[in-house]
């Protein structure tokens, strides 16, 4: 027997939101050339008191129907810079991003961020999602 995948209405996103739930995974990145890493990928992933750790895949849906990307984006950015900072290396990182998040505010917020954990801004590489544009490309 195969289980379907759980996916979490907006009142339990809403509450994974309040309880703090999110976590960030870490996937790390490698130049072909080099025996070691060069930087990580900040992931969000849903830490659920009863269902374990969650992909986007089970809390994404509501997140957008919900209009709460932008949070989701700060949250997995800000615990990302409390990590990179206390690594004794730089390491570059990255971090998907909405095309609906990117506003004019939202380099000031980020730069304001670093600086905030003493992380430089260049060590940062956004990386668009495709989700809005395979969206429009739908219309």
Known sequence: IQSLPVVLNDKQVQLAFEKNWFVNAYQSQHDVNKTQAVGVELLARLMHPELGLLTPLHF??????????????YNVLEQGLKDISKLREPLGFSINIEQ?????DVADKIINLCNE???????????????????????
């Open 60 to 73: 994404m849906e509501s997140v957008r129907r919900l209009n709460l990307l932008d949070k989701l984006f």
């Open 100 to 104: 609906s998040t990117l506003r004019i």
């Open 117 to 139: 954990y003493n992380v430089s801004p260049s060590l940062l590489t956004l990386e668009i999602t495709e989700h809005e544009t395979f969206l429009l490309d739908t219309k």
